[in-house]
Each structure stands twice: as C-alpha cells, then as structure tokens.
C-alpha cells in the first residue's frame, strides 16, 4: 500500500494503492514555475475515494467496490525518499526523483508536520548508538542522508567506532566540493571511492547520498543518480561492515580531530545542514537531535 503526491510534467498528481489496484488523480492545470508564488495543495482519500485540490481547482475519484484501508506502518517521507531505488515506478509515475522547492505548513491526518534538521557550525557532532546493532546483517549494509553545505571539504558521516587503525569503518565526506566515500572492512585497507566526473556539491543546494555494501561491492547514489559501482575486494577477504553500532555525523568529540582520527582521509569537520538519516532499511529515521552531540542546532 502506499500515497504519493508528486509532480509529473508541471501537473500534480495523487496516487495511491490500497491493495489493489492504483488509482491516480491529476490537476486540472500545470504549476506555473515562473511566477514563484505559492500553492495550497490539497489532497487525500476517505475510503477509496480520493480528492485532489490545487488552489481552487480540484479533481475527484468516485467511490467504488474494493478495499478502503491504507494499511502502512512506516514514517512517511517529504521531498524524496531515502532510497530511491526501492520505490516502484507506479508509485511515483515513473522514476521518482527528488523535490526542489519549498513546502510549507504540511498537515498530515490533522497534524502538523515538523521538519527536524540538524545544523553543524564547526566544532560539531552528534554521535547516535544503534541499537539495532547486535541484530544486523553486516554484511549488508546501508546509510542515506540529506545535506546543505557551502563548504568544500568536511566530514558528513562515520560508521564505525574511529578509536583503532583497524577499526572497521564507511565514511562519507566532501573533498574539494566533491562527494568522497571511504570503506574499510578490515586489513587497514582504506578504499576511496569518488567520481571527478561529478558536480560539486558545495552549491548551499539539498542534496541526497545513500551508499549501499553488499559484502565487497559498493554503491553509491548522488541524487538519485549511481555514481560509484564497484568491488573493493572480488576475493572476499572481508565481507562484513564491523562498525560496533556508533556513527558519527558532522565530526568527533572534543579533542578528536577529524584528520587525525581518519588518518588524512578527511581534514574538517562538516559545516552545514543534514537531514534524514536513515541506517539499513530502517522505516524510522534516526532522531538527530535526542542524540549524543555538541555545537548542533536545529535548522530549518
């Protein structure tokens, strides 16, 4: 089961699946893009019937036999989604990709959204425990995240423990304003992976990375888009991502310096925005600001 409401070709669209089968209503008019001005959108079904208002036009799907319960226990996501890949083409009108605008006073069932976004200043962190780890497939593994940053250079984030050389570890970082992602998964072997061919990322733009181990084969999404595809060890010497159930967002605790602490792979701490950190195929995303942390604000 699943609703999405999305933009297809300037008009907007709602869709949704009970059970089965997808019903999909669509605006009378196109969005206008040039004028930037707001919209008020309303859109929703009770039972089966659907409605959909765009400013003061709307559409409507009558009433009909078949099931009328939305049954979906997950969290629902605003501007994207946290994996893109997984979603289904019929969800979403065909590849889905990521929301470049602004929203505003989002209700959902009669209740405010809020929008939670953690905001590094230099000098930050936040470092989260899982405590899902001891029941984890390490040998599949898996981070996505949202971020906003003037900055060239700075560390995003850091799965791993980061107190040993041979401590196993996935990081994610800006180098020269570029993304950069680093894997080890054992023998002090550091594998950088990063595409020259791809745009910089220090554009004060949100931006979306997930990166995907499936034992020795990474990949990596930059908006949306596979970046990075590759092998890091065909033998298989080491499978697993032992990273003890700690990961760093924005940088380390007090005394840590990230060039130290990740041997020169990175040299700053981040500065800027992240947004919806999600670990494995978790529904929930992770609460950044109820974590261990210091110098991190809420944004907006």
């Known amino acids: 089961d699943f609703l999405?409401?999305?933009l297809l070709k300037g008009f907007v669209q709602l869709r949704y699946n009970l059970g089965d089968r997808t019903i999909t209503l669509q605006s009378?008019?196109?969005?206008?893009?040039?004028?930037?001005?707001?919209?008020?959108?309303?859109?929703?079904?009770?039972?089966?019937?659907?409605?959909?208002?765009?400013?003061?036009?709307?559409?409507?799907?009558?009433?009909?036999?078949?099931?009328?319960?939305?049954?979906?226990?997950?969290?629902?996501?605003?501007g994207g989604v946290s994996s893109p890949p997984l979603v289904h083409p019929l969800a979403a009108g065909g590849g889905p990709s990521g929301f470049s605008g602004c929203l505003r006073e989002g209700r959902f069932c009669r209740s405010r959204v809020s929008f939670f976004i953690a905001e590094f200043v230099g000098g930050s962190y936040i470092k989260y425990r899982d405590p899902l780890y001891p029941r984890r497939d390490l040998r599949h593994s898996r981070i996505s995240l949202n971020f906003s940053t003037s900055q060239a250079e700075g560390l995003l984030a850091w799965m791993g423990e980061g107190q040993d050389e041979d401590d196993d570890f996935l990081a994610i970082g800006l180098a020269e304003g570029r993304l950069k992602v680093v894997v080890n998964l054992g023998e002090r072997i550091s594998v950088p992976l990063a595409d020259r061919q791809q745009p910089t990322c220090s554009d004060r733009r949100w931006h979306v990375v997930t990166v995907l181990q499936n034992q020795t084969c990474i990949k990596v999404f930059l908006d949306e888009e596979l970046v990075v595809f590759e092998d890091i060890d065909p033998r298989r010497t080491y499978t697993a991502l032992n990273y003890g159930g700690v990961c760093y967002l924005g940088g380390f605790e007090l005394g840590r310096k990230v060039s130290e602490v990740t041997r020169g792979l990175f040299h700053k701490d981040f500065v800027g925005k992240v947004k919806d950190v999600v670990l494995f195929q978790d529904s929930r995303k992770i609460q950044l600001m109820k974590a261990e942390g210091f110098n991190v604000h809420s944004g907006n």
């Open 28 to 78: 009378l008019q196109q969005v206008p893009t040039a004028g930037h001005r707001w919209h008020l959108l309303q859109a929703g079904r009770v039972g089966n019937e659907g409605y959909l208002q765009l400013d003061a036009t709307s559409a409507s799907q009558a009433a009909r036999p078949g099931r009328r319960a939305l049954d979906t226990r997950t969290e629902f996501f605003v």
């Open 4 to 6: 999405c409401i999305s």
